[in-house]
């Protein structure tokens, strides 16, 4: 049977430790040293594996987002949605109360505001996926 895929559809692969499943890796770049570049050493930082990248799971997949770059604009645009939807009008009150934002408001001061939240919300949430990671590891 064949697969239906869009026409920017891009073949992409997830590593992933071989213990726990856990996309949070460390790997060298000793690799471009190496005469075998998967000899080169990688560790989970959710339950703390260490071995090679030859050992890491690879898990394929297709996205239609162009690039690692591209999802993680697209993981940002996402968040910002979120934040502006559901926030904006609470946010700016905050922020003029405060004396971040004077009237009359300066849209392009605000979208930096949300911009700046969203980003760091999005940060919080990636690093506390981790330290989930990390628990479930370790019991």
């Not at 690692?68 to 604009?73: L, Q």
């Not at 922020?95 to 009237?103: A, N, P, R």
Request: hydrophobic share 40%; glycine share 8%.
């Amino acid at each position: 049977m064949n697969e239906i895929h869009a026409a920017n559809d891009v073949q992409a692969v997830a590593m992933l430790c071989p213990q726990c499943s856990s996309p949070a890796l460390t790997r060298q770049n000793s690799h471009l040293l190496l005469e075998d570049p998967l000899d080169a050493a990688a560790t989970c930082g959710g339950c703390g594996w260490n071995g090679k990248e030859k050992d890491l799971v690879a898990l394929p997949f297709r996205h239609e987002l162009g690039s690692d770059e591209g999802i993680a604009i697209a993981l940002m645009n996402d968040m910002r949605a979120v934040i502006a939807g559901h926030l904006s009008g609470p946010v700016g009150k905050f922020l003029m109360k405060w004396g971040f934002l004077s009237s009359p408001l300066s849209t392009a001061e605000f979208s930096r505001y949300m911009s700046a939240i969203a980003r760091s919300v999005l940060t919080t949430i990636i690093q506390e996926r981790e330290k989930i990671e990390k628990e479930k590891a370790n019991g």
